[in-house]
């Protein structure tokens, strides 16, 4: 067999026993041929790892490119530089603006790292009843897309009362539930169809924070057995115990869970996870942050290598990779140290991608120039292909996806019954730390007529249906956000994606409206009747398909605006963009007006009209 | 959602943290609903559990049914009574006889147990020109096993050198042997078919004792990342290491190589498996006893039961049991202790299968006559079907698969040249323990051209081609098998299953070869001119369609009246059959004569004739 490359004396991760030993790595194409002490033989690529640490490429199964903003190729550049070699999309943004044709249009693009997919589960996040998306994933969509050889799963079902029935004596139904429980429901149908497509292939991954008892028994009943969400020491082990894989994020990564999952050693089932990662923190890590967060919330390091190598590449059924081993593809990094995890190197298939090193010997332009197509390439089943001029990286109309109207100043105006004096009104009130929201009353002032919001210190939130479809306003108040004069605007707004407009001074929310729609989508904060600061976002409205470097910049721009009128949050972006997600608890703002999540019922922004203050 | 009964009280094992804790378990149809400490609600169908260890149906994945010289469907029904609800079988034997149409005879046949199954990958074990099995395993057969559902694996590849070219200098090969590497031999086909049509779904399966350094890295390189053969503490460790998957069975299960799995926790990377069961030992046990073997070996019980349960689930992929879980199938034992784990009770799919104690109530009737069949059938891809109308268990024709002449006397006369007065021999000497044999020289006598071998104190082993293909006839020499006058015959000979005749009384030789034909299959003693005792195995010669305590109780006479002709062997029948399995060590029979195992290479009987005593 033809050896390309050696790696000499470095410590090398042994998966089995999480731990290091010295050992040479002998690559061959894109996979490793052989681990050894010491190699007999002679082989004049050699590559000294003298005093390094060598790992398997990072593996990250749940996680959506679009939180990057931007499109798999560019993800890829920058991923794998931090070292993450591997990862399962759920492109269930791009699917809620164009749908198949969004997904293939990532899966047309060929990337250096292995991209896999999970079929978006949830898109439109609720139903066509509560907000309106640019398209949907159903059951024929879900079907093409199980023909694909890169699709692992269905991802993030998150629709628990489409999967457990309400049942209000506990365990035991009567025989009408029992019937209810085999309803029809869209996710039980697309779970039935993982399931009998690809038979033991395909697993469910789900979402389902703080839902506990017999709620979380039903949920992993119908088949969901894995959850992202934020974990507690006591859901890590309900969980755990019931069988459901736990994919960690850096939020669930506190010292308490940590020592949870290390004192029961539940390595097994656990596996870490970036779920979003904004473009500004893509340029500074991506899973090898949260392995790094794992560590310093007290996992031992070789267990934290373990969980995100191993126990994810297992979870997905992906038996080529995870470890240092004979047959495995040559997917690893070396690190200096066992403190930062940026890696020196980080070699995908064989292939130098990332870290100059090794550089200076001829072995290193040998690694660096391998071609990692030499082996026959096996028959991937695809259900996708490119099917424009490939002069821009997505079709044409996907950089022309913004159809609705300019904002005039009227647009902002909240009006009352003529008699009323004030309103109690339906409040949206953010916090400053996360996307969580909850509703408050607040009593507001009108004259003539007219809701003076603006008087109460509120901020107003409007969202213009942006897909053509049925060219829907609806807004709603909101607390906590603005406190200067100013107004931002976006067409990335989880999960539909309307063109979500929020502010204090209407002539500024008109400037910033209009100029999202200028942009063809993206990202616009105004003042002083003049744009701030902006990000654009062309392809779909929420992708930009230049350099990420440039995007991160500008958006920390339009972070900065909008700190700088006043929004106080960790992640003032991601805060504005989640007023419009409806899965997020408590109060949110869709084209169809207020939604109280938990009940995904429909909330009147007027509570109480008052004709005497 | 519907539920049949709930068991209370017991302690039930927990997965993933691999301890005991009180649980309630609910079941709904096949499968289990929920557990929880303590259930709301009330059910009229409760099981108390109160002292009893709840621990999931045990899974076997690499066993032989017909090394208990049985079919399905009796096999499910004592292996169930001993807690194995789960099996991969690997029906090599079956198909060296009637090759697809065997498999598909089993694969056809409805168990109470789920028999998964592996593609034979080796049969012939050799080839066809080192011995003549009744048909063949090849790539078409594989390419139409690979669209049934129940195919979980390539079966124990065992040719290394079909895998691995022979390179002089260790790791680094010369352009020409790289090319060699790519020889197109039928392995390499098997698993890149195995690879390309099913994905990552097929696991490869390994056979490969003593194997290690280079030669192992390259066998797993090449696919096969699973071995059942017997480990030391140190191959443990290797194979580990490089990522291949232990099996072990009770050889293998020895203090030290329980504690190198031990000490470095490598529970993961472990199953536990059986192998080869004989029919009297099914009556014991089946994997309960290897379980016993493990905890005896020094392994925690704990983790000995995850090696029979989650473990071997997870290797095969089979995402659908090893736990018990919410959505798992309702496939449990309930142990009175945990010191033999001889169950009181055995649940498949929801059913009690096995055990009476909770009979009593009618809560334990209830289990009893739950319809397993109540929930929707998932869709099974299969490519077998009955072919024959059912008032046998197999097809008429494998009633009838001995297609060779009856012995006479003259059959079993050796000649060397008239002139010479003795011959050196090479002769297949059996040892009191285990099936290696080895080569032996030794000096005979000859009269009138006869080669005396009765005189030398030896045995004649015969073996008689017959599945009615070429009539081969082929003789051997053995020394330590009987010592009285007598003979043996059967058509259970490892792997080609000619029928095979050992004594050293032509008379006897006779009366059991033509025996043997007559029952159309069977093991046969004779001595002083009559048969002393016989099993029946009228299928392919290699089954018996009866109850299996019958069979047993013949076996035991047949293995005794071997041993009262002086065979010592801790397995007489298994150390006589496999004198015809020409991939165990050292020397052995086929119809085409001796050969030697390790170069594969044909041996002649006679090495020197002797002018000269």
């Known amino acids: 067999m033809k050896v390309d490359y050696i790696i000499k004396d470095a410590w090398v991760y042994q998966t089995f026993r999480q731990c290091f030993e010295k050992r040479e790595v002998a690559v061959s194409g894109e996979r490793i041929l052989a681990v050894s002490p010491k190699f007999a033989g002679a082989c004049d690529r050699i590559?000294?790892?003298?005093?390094?640490?060598?790992?398997?490429?990072?593996?990250?199964?749940?996680?959506?490119?679009?939180?990057?903003?931007?499109?798999?190729?560019?993800?890829?550049?920058?991923?794998?530089?931090?070292?993450?070699?591997?990862?399962?999309?759920?492109?269930?943004?791009?699917?809620?603006?164009?749908?198949?044709?969004?997904?293939?249009?990532?899966?047309?693009?060929?990337?250096?790292?292995?991209?896999?997919?999970?079929?978006?589960?949830?898109?439109?996040?609720?139903?066509?009843?509560?907000?309106?998306?640019?398209?949907?994933?159903?059951?024929?969509?879900?079907?093409?897309?199980?023909?694909?050889?890169?699709?692992?799963?269905?991802?993030?079902?998150?629709?628990?009362?489409?999967?457990?029935?309400?049942?209000?004596?506990?365990?035991?139904?009567?025989?009408?539930?029992?019937?209810?429980?085999?309803?029809?429901?869209?996710?039980?149908?697309?779970?039935?169809?993982?399931?009998?497509?690809?038979?033991?292939?395909?697993?469910?991954?789900?979402?389902?924070?703080?839902?506990?008892?017999?709620?979380?028994?039903?949920?992993?009943?119908?088949?969901?057995?894995?959850?992202?969400?934020?974990?507690?020491?006591?859901?890590?082990?309900?969980?755990?115990?019931?069988?459901?894989?736990?994919?960690?994020?850096?939020?669930?990564?506190?010292?308490?869970?940590?020592e949870a999952v290390c004192s029961h050693r539940l390595y097994e089932n656990v596996a870490l996870i970036t779920d979003d990662t904004m473009p500004d923190q893509l340029l500074e890590g991506q899973l090898n942050r949260i392995l790094l967060a794992a560590v310093q919330a007290g996992m031992p390091v070789e267990k934290a290598i373990y969980c995100a190598t191993y126990t994810p590449a297992r979870r997905m059924h992906l038996d080529d990779r995870g470890m240092i081993g004979p047959g495995k593809l040559a997917d690893f990094l070396l690190l200096q140290d066992l403190d930062t995890f940026r890696p020196a190197a980080v070699v995908k298939s064989g292939r130098l991608v990332s870290g100059s090193w090794w550089m200076a010997g001829s072995a290193g332009k040998a690694a660096e120039q391998a071609d990692p197509k030499e082996e026959e390439p096996s028959a991937v089943s695809t259900v996708c292909s490119s099917r424009f001029a490939a002069d821009t990286i997505f079709p044409p109309h996907f950089y022309h996806s913004v159809h609705c109207r300019g904002a005039v100043a009227s647009d902002f105006i909240l009006t009352a019954g003529k008699a009323c004096t004030s309103v109690l009104a339906n409040v949206i009130r953010i916090g400053t730390f996360g996307t969580a929201t909850e509703l408050v009353r607040r009593r507001i002032p009108v004259r003539n007529g007219v809701i003076c919001w603006q008087e109460a210190g509120l901020c107003l939130a409007v969202i213009f249906e942006r897909h053509g479809r049925n060219g829907n306003i609806a807004a709603g108040l909101v607390e906590g956000a603005f406190q200067k004069p100013g107004a931002a605007a976006t067409t990335w707004s989880h999960d539909s994606h309307n063109l979500l407009v929020l502010g204090n001074s209407p002539e500024d929310m008109v400037i910033a409206q209009n100029r999202v729609i200028a942009l063809q989508g993206g990202y616009v904060v105004a003042a002083e009747g003049a744009v701030a600061a902006e990000a654009l976002l062309q392809v779909g409205g929420i992708i930009n398909d230049g350099p990420l470097e440039k995007l991160a910049k500008d958006l920390g721009r339009v972070r900065g605006a909008m700190a700088a009128l006043g929004y106080e949050n960790n992640n003032e972006i991601m805060s504005m963009s989640t007023l419009a997600l409806p899965v997020s608890p408590a109060l949110k703002l869709t084209d169809y007006g207020l939604l109280d999540v938990k009940t995904q019922k429909k909330v009147a922004l007027i509570a109480e009209e008052c004709l005497d203050v």
């Open 47 to 258: 590559i000294d790892g003298s005093g390094m640490y060598l790992i398997p490429g990072l593996i990250d199964i749940h996680m959506h490119i679009e939180s990057s903003m931007t499109y798999p190729k560019e993800f890829s550049r920058l991923a794998l530089q931090h070292g993450t070699t591997t990862v399962v999309a759920d492109a269930h943004e791009i699917a809620n603006v164009f749908g198949m044709e969004g997904i293939c249009s990532f899966m047309d693009q060929e990337t250096e790292m292995d991209i896999f997919y999970a079929i978006p589960s949830s898109v439109p996040a609720t139903s066509w009843e509560l907000e309106t998306p640019g398209a949907a994933i159903g059951e024929e969509e879900t079907r093409q897309l199980l023909e694909d050889d890169r699709v692992l799963c269905l991802g993030e079902v998150m629709n628990f009362r489409d999967l457990v029935p309400e049942e209000p004596d506990g365990l035991i139904s009567k025989p009408d539930a029992a019937l209810a429980h085999k309803a029809d429901t869209k996710t039980l149908r697309l779970i039935r169809m993982c399931r009998s497509r690809r038979g033991r292939d395909i697993r469910i991954e789900g979402h389902c924070p703080k839902i506990t008892g017999m709620d979380l028994n039903r949920f992993i009943f119908a088949g969901v057995d894995a959850d992202h969400t934020q974990q507690t020491p006591e859901s890590v082990l309900e969980k755990s115990d019931l069988g459901m894989f736990l994919e960690l994020q850096r939020k669930s990564l506190t010292p308490e869970v940590v």
